[in-house]
């Protein structure tokens, strides 16, 4: 089933939870996400590739390292999102996008707009943090 959205369309309390729009608003909202990581961890790729390694000075060598290593970082922290954002694209296409995997209630479509890779409810979300704290703390 193809849905067009509106260009000026935005989830709304109104409506019914993960509706046919709301899902394809969320899709295409992933989606473009991992295009734009994509974009930048190629990016990176090719910055890395130019080299710069080859500094006679050791201050600037040191400091092409440095800039590489937060490259690299980076890099990694970025791949991770882009695996997060194809399980979101994985629980959109099986209907359980927007839904807490600890309580199975809508997550809220605030939390998904600034979070669209949220697992959890903001509540639980709140109890996770918590109980690490408290493990950490042991």
């Known amino acids: 089933m193809s849905v067009t959205l509106p260009p000026d369309y935005r989830p709304s309390e109104e ?3 993960m509706n046919d729009l709301q899902r394809e608003y969320f899709r295409n909202k992933l989606l ?8 930048e961890a190629e990016e990176t790729l090719e910055h890395l590739q130019e080299g710069g390694l080859q500094e006679p000075d050791l201050a600037d060598r040191a400091s092409a390292e ?5 490259e690299l970082r ?10 997060k954002i194809d399980a979101a694209l994985r629980r959109v296409e ?25 697992t959890l409810s ?4 709140e109890r996770h943090e918590r109980m690490e704290r408290t493990h950490r703390m042991e």
């Open 15 to 17: 409506e019914d939870f």
């Open 66 to 70: 440095m800039e590489r290593a937060l």
């Open 94 to 118: 099986d209907g359980s996008y927007g839904y807490c995997e600890e309580t199975q209630e809508p997550i809220s479509l605030r939390r998904l707009e600034a979070r669209p890779i949220a």
């Open 122 to 125: 903001l509540e639980a979300q």
């Open 74 to 83: 980076t890099r990694d922290r970025a791949r991770k999102l882009i695996s």
């Open 32 to 39: 473009k996400w991992r295009a734009e990581l994509i974009k």
